[in-house]
Protein backbone atom coordinates (compact mmCIF):
# COMPACT_ATOMS: atom_id res chain seq x y z
CA UNK A 1 0.00 0.00 0.00
CA UNK A 2 1.11 3.41 -1.07
CA UNK A 3 1.79 6.75 1.19
CA UNK A 4 0.78 3.75 4.53
CA UNK A 5 -2.56 4.37 5.57
CA UNK A 6 -2.89 5.31 9.45
CA UNK A 7 -5.32 3.96 11.50
CA UNK A 8 -6.27 4.40 15.63
CA UNK A 9 -7.30 1.51 17.69
CA UNK A 10 -9.10 2.83 20.77
CA UNK A 11 -9.97 0.00 22.95
CA UNK A 12 -7.55 -3.01 23.76
CA UNK A 13 -10.03 -5.63 24.58
CA UNK A 14 -9.63 -8.66 22.22
CA UNK A 15 -11.35 -7.81 19.44
CA UNK A 16 -9.77 -4.36 18.96
CA UNK A 17 -6.26 -6.14 19.57
CA UNK A 18 -7.20 -8.33 17.01
CA UNK A 19 -8.85 -5.60 14.35
CA UNK A 20 -5.45 -3.87 15.10
CA UNK A 21 -3.80 -7.05 13.52
CA UNK A 22 -5.59 -7.64 10.67
CA UNK A 23 -5.30 -4.08 9.74
CA UNK A 24 -1.00 -4.18 9.95
CA UNK A 25 -1.21 -7.18 8.08
CA UNK A 26 -2.85 -5.18 5.44
CA UNK A 27 -0.70 -3.00 5.21
CA UNK A 28 -1.46 0.05 7.33
CA UNK A 29 0.56 1.64 10.66
CA UNK A 30 -1.18 0.98 13.58
CA UNK A 31 -1.92 2.85 17.03
CA UNK A 32 -3.68 1.54 19.90
CA UNK A 33 -5.44 3.37 22.60
CA UNK A 34 -5.05 1.76 26.09
CA UNK A 35 -6.97 2.76 29.04
CA UNK A 36 -4.66 0.92 31.38
CA UNK A 37 -0.95 1.55 31.23
CA UNK A 38 0.53 -1.86 31.64
CA UNK A 39 -1.71 -2.81 28.74
CA UNK A 40 0.17 -0.36 26.40
CA UNK A 41 3.30 -1.01 28.10
CA UNK A 42 3.07 -4.66 27.64
CA UNK A 43 1.86 -4.16 23.71
CA UNK A 44 5.21 -2.11 23.18
CA UNK A 45 7.99 -4.24 25.23
CA UNK A 46 6.28 -7.70 24.38
CA UNK A 47 4.68 -7.14 21.27
CA UNK A 48 1.71 -9.28 23.40
CA UNK A 49 -1.51 -8.08 24.86
CA UNK A 50 -1.36 -10.70 27.78
CA UNK A 51 -4.65 -9.94 29.23
CA UNK A 52 -6.71 -10.44 26.26
CA UNK A 53 -4.78 -12.60 23.60
CA UNK A 54 -2.21 -14.15 25.37
CA UNK A 55 0.32 -15.69 23.34
CA UNK A 56 -0.35 -13.93 19.91
CA UNK A 57 2.34 -11.95 18.94
CA UNK A 58 1.62 -8.78 17.21
CA UNK A 59 2.84 -7.00 13.88
CA UNK A 60 5.74 -4.75 14.32
CA UNK A 61 3.74 -1.87 13.11
CA UNK A 62 1.23 -1.88 16.12
CA UNK A 63 2.32 0.45 18.21
CA UNK A 64 0.57 1.26 22.19
CA UNK A 65 -0.26 4.48 24.15
CA UNK A 66 -2.69 5.95 26.90
CA UNK A 67 -2.87 8.98 25.15
CA UNK A 68 -5.71 9.85 23.20
CA UNK A 69 -4.07 12.24 21.38
CA UNK A 70 -0.94 10.33 20.38
CA UNK A 71 -3.46 7.64 18.82
CA UNK A 72 -5.93 10.20 16.96
CA UNK A 73 -2.79 12.11 15.50
CA UNK A 74 -3.32 12.05 11.59
CA UNK A 75 -5.60 8.58 11.22
CA UNK A 76 -7.11 8.18 8.18
CA UNK A 77 -9.38 5.65 10.23
CA UNK A 78 -10.30 6.24 13.79
CA UNK A 79 -11.45 2.76 15.23
CA UNK A 80 -14.00 2.61 17.99
CA UNK A 81 -14.41 -0.73 19.99
CA UNK A 82 -15.07 -0.39 23.81
CA UNK A 83 -18.06 -1.48 25.21
CA UNK A 84 -21.33 -0.10 23.53
CA UNK A 85 -22.64 1.59 26.82
CA UNK A 86 -19.31 3.95 27.41
CA UNK A 87 -19.19 4.93 23.72
CA UNK A 88 -20.94 8.32 23.99
CA UNK A 89 -19.14 9.53 27.55
CA UNK A 90 -15.60 8.35 25.58
CA UNK A 91 -16.41 9.95 22.38
CA UNK A 92 -17.41 12.94 23.96
CA UNK A 93 -13.62 13.54 25.34
CA UNK A 94 -11.96 12.30 22.07
CA UNK A 95 -13.55 14.61 19.22
CA UNK A 96 -11.24 17.52 19.62
CA UNK A 97 -8.34 15.81 19.42
CA UNK A 98 -9.77 13.59 16.12
CA UNK A 99 -7.76 14.10 13.02
CA UNK A 100 -9.83 16.34 10.52
CA UNK A 101 -11.85 13.87 7.59
CA UNK A 102 -10.88 10.86 9.56
CA UNK A 103 -13.25 8.05 8.96
CA UNK A 104 -14.91 6.85 12.18
CA UNK A 105 -14.76 3.00 12.51
CA UNK A 106 -17.20 1.15 14.97
CA UNK A 107 -16.40 -2.66 15.67
CA UNK A 108 -19.05 -2.27 18.02
CA UNK A 109 -22.65 -4.67 18.81
CA UNK A 110 -24.66 -2.76 20.51
CA UNK A 111 -27.99 -0.29 21.30
CA UNK A 112 -27.62 2.03 23.02
CA UNK A 113 -29.70 2.29 26.89
CA UNK A 114 -32.36 4.88 26.67
CA UNK A 115 -31.95 6.50 23.22
CA UNK A 116 -32.37 2.97 21.69
CA UNK A 117 -29.88 4.55 19.13
CA UNK A 118 -27.52 1.97 17.17
CA UNK A 119 -23.70 2.97 17.47
CA UNK A 120 -23.57 4.62 14.11
CA UNK A 121 -25.84 7.22 15.56
CA UNK A 122 -24.59 7.79 18.61
CA UNK A 123 -20.97 8.77 16.35
CA UNK A 124 -22.83 11.14 14.13
CA UNK A 125 -24.48 12.76 17.10
CA UNK A 126 -21.35 12.96 19.29
CA UNK A 127 -18.90 14.08 16.84
CA UNK A 128 -21.26 15.66 14.56
CA UNK A 129 -20.26 13.92 11.41
CA UNK A 130 -22.32 13.26 8.89
CA UNK A 131 -22.99 9.72 8.03
CA UNK A 132 -20.40 9.27 4.94
CA UNK A 133 -18.00 9.61 7.52
CA UNK A 134 -18.95 6.83 9.96
CA UNK A 135 -18.47 2.75 8.95
CA UNK A 136 -18.88 -0.25 10.91
CA UNK A 137 -17.35 -3.40 10.73
CA UNK A 138 -19.21 -6.99 11.47
CA UNK A 139 -19.93 -10.44 10.50
CA UNK A 140 -18.23 -13.99 12.34
CA UNK A 141 -15.38 -12.15 13.45
CA UNK A 142 -14.48 -14.26 17.00
CA UNK A 143 -11.50 -12.43 18.06
CA UNK A 144 -9.33 -15.37 19.43
CA UNK A 145 -9.63 -17.15 15.73
CA UNK A 146 -8.62 -14.14 13.84
CA UNK A 147 -5.67 -13.14 16.00
CA UNK A 148 -4.67 -16.91 14.69
CA UNK A 149 -5.14 -15.89 11.68
CA UNK A 150 -7.65 -17.97 10.79
CA UNK A 151 -9.57 -17.58 8.11
CA UNK A 152 -13.04 -15.55 8.09
CA UNK A 153 -15.12 -12.99 6.25
CA UNK A 154 -16.69 -9.56 7.35
CA UNK A 155 -18.54 -6.77 6.22
CA UNK A 156 -17.27 -3.04 6.08
CA UNK A 157 -20.59 -0.65 5.79
CA UNK A 158 -20.80 2.27 5.03
CA UNK A 159 -23.42 4.86 3.54
CA UNK A 160 -20.83 6.04 1.34
CA UNK A 161 -19.69 3.13 -0.91
CA UNK A 162 -16.12 4.58 -1.89
CA UNK A 163 -15.49 4.71 1.67
CA UNK A 164 -16.49 1.61 2.46
CA UNK A 165 -14.30 0.26 -0.38
CA UNK A 166 -11.51 2.09 1.10
CA UNK A 167 -11.74 0.67 4.32
CA UNK A 168 -12.31 -2.74 2.75
CA UNK A 169 -8.63 -1.87 1.15
CA UNK A 170 -6.79 -1.20 4.69
CA UNK A 171 -8.40 -4.66 6.50
CA UNK A 172 -8.06 -7.41 3.45
CA UNK A 173 -5.54 -9.70 4.30
CA UNK A 174 -5.30 -13.62 2.86
CA UNK A 175 -6.82 -14.93 6.01
CA UNK A 176 -9.67 -11.45 6.45
CA UNK A 177 -11.97 -11.05 3.88
CA UNK A 178 -14.13 -7.98 4.08
CA UNK A 179 -16.97 -7.27 1.70
CA UNK A 180 -18.59 -3.99 1.32
CA UNK A 181 -21.95 -2.88 2.40
CA UNK A 182 -24.26 0.53 2.36
CA UNK A 183 -27.01 -1.09 4.48
CA UNK A 184 -25.61 0.19 7.60
CA UNK A 185 -28.94 0.38 9.44
CA UNK A 186 -29.52 -3.62 8.55
CA UNK A 187 -25.80 -4.65 9.70
CA UNK A 188 -25.65 -3.13 12.68
CA UNK A 189 -28.97 -4.61 14.08
CA UNK A 190 -28.09 -7.53 12.82
CA UNK A 191 -24.43 -7.71 15.01
CA UNK A 192 -26.69 -6.26 18.06
CA UNK A 193 -29.72 -8.88 17.76
CA UNK A 194 -27.12 -11.85 17.23
CA UNK A 195 -25.82 -11.36 21.04
CA UNK A 196 -29.38 -10.87 22.18
CA UNK A 197 -30.19 -14.37 20.29
CA UNK A 198 -27.18 -16.01 21.31
CA UNK A 199 -28.16 -15.53 25.15
CA UNK A 200 -30.97 -17.55 24.42
CA UNK A 201 -29.88 -20.39 22.91
CA UNK A 202 -26.85 -20.49 25.52
CA UNK A 203 -29.49 -20.37 28.17
CA UNK A 204 -30.96 -23.50 26.10
CA UNK A 205 -27.62 -25.03 26.16
CA UNK A 206 -27.26 -24.68 29.36
CA UNK A 207 -30.84 -26.23 30.22
CA UNK A 208 -29.80 -28.91 27.89
CA UNK A 209 -32.61 -28.36 25.52
CA UNK A 210 -30.59 -30.08 22.52
CA UNK A 211 -30.07 -29.13 18.96
CA UNK A 212 -33.33 -28.64 17.74
CA UNK A 213 -34.22 -26.08 20.39
CA UNK A 214 -31.03 -24.46 18.84
CA UNK A 215 -32.00 -24.56 15.54
CA UNK A 216 -35.45 -23.48 16.06
CA UNK A 217 -34.16 -20.53 18.10
CA UNK A 218 -31.36 -19.45 15.67
CA UNK A 219 -34.09 -19.00 12.60
CA UNK A 220 -36.86 -17.75 14.66
CA UNK A 221 -34.33 -15.41 16.25
CA UNK A 222 -33.19 -14.74 12.62
CA UNK A 223 -36.79 -13.79 11.54
CA UNK A 224 -37.34 -11.07 14.39
CA UNK A 225 -33.95 -9.72 13.44
CA UNK A 226 -34.98 -9.13 10.11
CA UNK A 227 -38.97 -8.18 11.00
CA UNK A 228 -37.23 -5.31 13.37
CA UNK A 229 -34.91 -4.91 9.82
CA UNK A 230 -37.80 -3.88 7.58
CA UNK A 231 -39.80 -1.92 10.18
CA UNK A 232 -36.45 0.14 10.49
CA UNK A 233 -35.73 0.57 6.48
CA UNK A 234 -33.11 -1.88 6.29
CA UNK A 235 -32.58 -4.39 3.21
CA UNK A 236 -34.02 -7.86 4.30
CA UNK A 237 -31.00 -9.64 1.89
CA UNK A 238 -28.34 -8.08 4.85
CA UNK A 239 -29.33 -10.40 7.36
CA UNK A 240 -29.32 -13.37 5.07
CA UNK A 241 -25.32 -12.23 4.15
CA UNK A 242 -22.51 -12.35 7.13
CA UNK A 243 -23.61 -9.40 9.21
CA UNK A 244 -26.95 -11.07 9.66
CA UNK A 245 -26.86 -14.90 9.28
CA UNK A 246 -23.14 -15.64 9.11
CA UNK A 247 -22.53 -13.81 12.98
CA UNK A 248 -25.72 -15.54 14.87
CA UNK A 249 -24.29 -18.73 13.11
CA UNK A 250 -20.94 -18.46 14.59
CA UNK A 251 -22.17 -16.54 18.02
CA UNK A 252 -24.93 -19.20 18.60
CA UNK A 253 -22.29 -22.29 18.32
CA UNK A 254 -19.34 -21.51 19.07
CA UNK A 255 -18.03 -21.73 22.84
CA UNK A 256 -15.37 -18.35 22.27
CA UNK A 257 -18.37 -16.44 22.30
CA UNK A 258 -19.02 -14.40 25.24
CA UNK A 259 -22.95 -13.96 25.11
CA UNK A 260 -23.55 -17.88 24.38
CA UNK A 261 -20.95 -18.76 27.57
CA UNK A 262 -23.16 -16.22 29.38
CA UNK A 263 -26.40 -17.82 28.62
CA UNK A 264 -24.76 -21.12 29.40
CA UNK A 265 -23.99 -20.54 33.08
CA UNK A 266 -27.30 -18.74 33.34
CA UNK A 267 -28.88 -21.82 31.95
CA UNK A 268 -27.18 -24.24 34.20
CA UNK A 269 -28.54 -22.45 37.53
CA UNK A 270 -26.22 -19.68 37.85
CA UNK A 271 -27.66 -16.20 39.48
CA UNK A 272 -27.14 -13.14 37.19
CA UNK A 273 -24.07 -11.59 39.50
CA UNK A 274 -22.60 -15.53 39.86
CA UNK A 275 -22.12 -15.10 36.02
CA UNK A 276 -21.15 -11.59 35.57
CA UNK A 277 -18.72 -12.42 38.44
CA UNK A 278 -17.19 -15.06 36.35
CA UNK A 279 -17.16 -13.51 32.91
CA UNK A 280 -14.42 -11.21 32.40
CA UNK A 281 -14.98 -9.70 29.26
CA UNK A 282 -18.32 -7.22 28.06
CA UNK A 283 -21.02 -9.61 27.03
CA UNK A 284 -23.08 -6.95 25.14
CA UNK A 285 -26.37 -8.75 25.32
CA UNK A 286 -26.96 -8.30 28.54
CA UNK A 287 -27.68 -4.60 28.44
CA UNK A 288 -28.28 -4.17 24.64
CA UNK A 289 -31.45 -6.72 25.33
CA UNK A 290 -33.12 -4.38 26.95
CA UNK A 291 -32.47 -1.63 24.44
CA UNK A 292 -33.27 -4.18 21.27
CA UNK A 293 -36.58 -4.72 23.14
CA UNK A 294 -37.26 -1.01 23.29
CA UNK A 295 -36.43 -0.43 19.59
CA UNK A 296 -38.75 -2.90 19.12
CA UNK A 297 -41.56 -1.49 21.07
CA UNK A 298 -40.55 1.75 19.23
CA UNK A 299 -41.28 0.49 16.06
CA UNK A 300 -44.40 -1.90 17.27
CA UNK A 301 -42.26 -4.98 16.50
CA UNK A 302 -42.87 -8.09 18.18
CA UNK A 303 -40.04 -9.50 19.44
CA UNK A 304 -40.63 -12.42 21.36
CA UNK A 305 -37.35 -14.07 22.19
CA UNK A 306 -35.57 -11.05 23.23
CA UNK A 307 -38.62 -9.99 25.58
CA UNK A 308 -37.77 -13.41 26.68
CA UNK A 309 -34.21 -12.85 27.48
CA UNK A 310 -34.74 -9.64 28.82
CA UNK A 311 -37.54 -11.47 31.76
CA UNK A 312 -34.66 -14.25 32.32
CA UNK A 313 -31.73 -11.72 32.46
CA UNK A 314 -33.16 -8.22 34.13
CA UNK A 315 -36.48 -9.65 35.79
CA UNK A 316 -35.40 -12.89 37.44
CA UNK A 317 -37.97 -14.65 35.30
CA UNK A 318 -36.21 -18.71 36.32
CA UNK A 319 -35.58 -19.93 32.37
CA UNK A 320 -38.08 -23.18 32.95
CA UNK A 321 -40.67 -21.07 32.92
CA UNK A 322 -39.38 -18.37 30.53
CA UNK A 323 -39.31 -21.15 28.36
CA UNK A 324 -43.10 -22.42 29.22
CA UNK A 325 -44.26 -19.34 28.57
CA UNK A 326 -42.27 -19.20 25.00
CA UNK A 327 -43.39 -22.78 23.64
CA UNK A 328 -47.18 -21.94 24.59
CA UNK A 329 -47.85 -18.50 23.04
CA UNK A 330 -50.59 -18.79 19.95
CA UNK A 331 -49.58 -20.90 16.92
CA UNK A 332 -49.01 -18.58 14.21
CA UNK A 333 -48.62 -19.08 10.27
CA UNK A 334 -44.09 -19.44 9.82
CA UNK A 335 -44.15 -15.76 7.61
CA UNK A 336 -45.71 -14.27 10.72
Given at each position: M????????????S????????LA???????L?????EV??A??????????L?????P????A?TD?????AG???T?L???S??L?????????????????????????L???????????E?AK????????VT????????????P????????D?AVA?RL?????T?YFR??T??????C??????K??I??AV??A????L????????I????????R???A????P???????G?????A?C??P?S????????LGR???L????AV?????EG??????V???????????????????IV?????????????????A?????
Amino acid sequence: MSDRVKAAVFGTGSWGTAFAMVLADAGCEVTLWARRAEVAEAVNTTGTNPDYLPGIELPDSVRATTDPAEAAAGADFTVLTIPSQTLRGNLAEWVPLLAPGTVLVSLMKGVELGTAKRMSEVIEEVAKVSADRVAVVTGPNLAKEIAQRRPAAAVVACRDEAVARRLQSACHTPYFRPYTNTDVVGCELGGAVKNVIGLAVGIADGMGLGDNAKGSLITRGLAETTRLGLAMGADPMTFSGLAGLGDLVATCSSPLSRNHTFGTNLGRGMTLEETIAVTKQTAEGVKSCESVLDLARRHGVDMPITETVVGIVHEGKPPVVALKELMSRSAKPERH
